[in-house]
T-cell receptor, first 110, second 112 residues
Framework: RKEVEQDPGPFNVPEGATVAFNCTYSNSASQSFFWYRQDCRKEPKLLMSVYSSGNEDGRFTAQLNRASQYISLLIRDSKLSDSATYLCVVLTSGTYKYIFGTGTRLKVLA | ETGVTQTPRHLVMGMTNKKSLKCEQHLGHNAMYWYKQSAKKPLELMFVYNFKEQTENNSVPSRFSPECPNSSHLFLHLHTLQPEDSALYLC???????????FGQGTRLTVV
């Protein structure tokens, strides 16, 4: 089983739609969780950290479910500029090993 | 954003060449990383340095040789690479493990 799994997509959604991605992780000792965004041929950039209580940043909401070992990202009112690959990142406590998922590709259509 | 800078941005090298990738971070971080990103694959962690000491070597072939002279600079020395080593090589840094990692723009390497 992969350490971090994501549906590669692509998710094709119309502008204004709400879309959600999930990411599962296998190591129950994982302590830190992040969502990164990567545009084509660019470096990954932090979108948001994921906190135990869930957190929201504008149109983006991230949640963590430790019992089921998954994190989620919800994007409301999708914009064309949201088109990118969204990477789930998991870090085990006491290590420096940031483990990346393969990413979920999102295409927002006009 | 120039917090983490990588040079060169693009590199084409023959299988018998020797080249080096350079990474510099201006964020005052303690940890630096090399990642490899191949098409259709997740980012693969190669090496981790914390306070100049290597803490992770993710079973990387010896044709890749990292060097970390100080907490702000990280190099990846390349020699006798194979075509399958062609990929985007990304450098990152973080304050500590568990904190956000910031990435450089990457070096797109093509081995011919």
């Amino acid at each position: 089983r992969k350490e971090v799994e994501q549906d590669p997509g692509p998710f094709n959604v119309p502008e204004g739609a709400t879309v959600a991605f999930n990411c599962t992780y296998s190591n129950s000792a994982s302590q830190s969780f992040f969502w990164y965004r990567q545009d084509c041929r660019k470096e990954p950039k932090l979108l948001m950290s994921v906190y135990s209580s869930g957190n929201e940043d504008g149109r983006f909401t991230a949640q963590l479910n430790r019992a089921s070992q998954y994190i989620s990202l919800l994007i409301r009112d999708s914009k064309l500029s949201d088109s990118a690959t969204y990477l789930c990142v998991v870090l085990t406590s006491g290590t420096y090993k940031y483990i990346f998922g393969t990413g979920t590709r999102l295409k927002v259509l006009a | 954003e120039t917090g983490v800078t990588q040079t060169p941005r693009h590199l084409v090298m023959g299988m018998t060449n020797k080249k080096s990738l350079k990474c510099e971070q201006h964020l005052g971080h303690n940890a630096m990383y090399w990642y490899k990103q191949s098409a259709k694959k997740p980012l693969e962690l190669m090496f981790v340095y914390n306070f100049k000491e290597q803490t992770e070597n993710n079973s990387v072939p010896s044709r890749f040789s990292p060097e970390c002279p100080n907490s702000s600079h990280l190099f990846l020395h390349l020699h006798t690479l194979q075509p399958e080593d062609s990929a985007l090589y990304l450098c990152a840094s973080s304050q500590e493990g568990g904190w956000v990692a910031f990435f450089g723009q990457g070096t797109r390497l093509t081995v011919v």
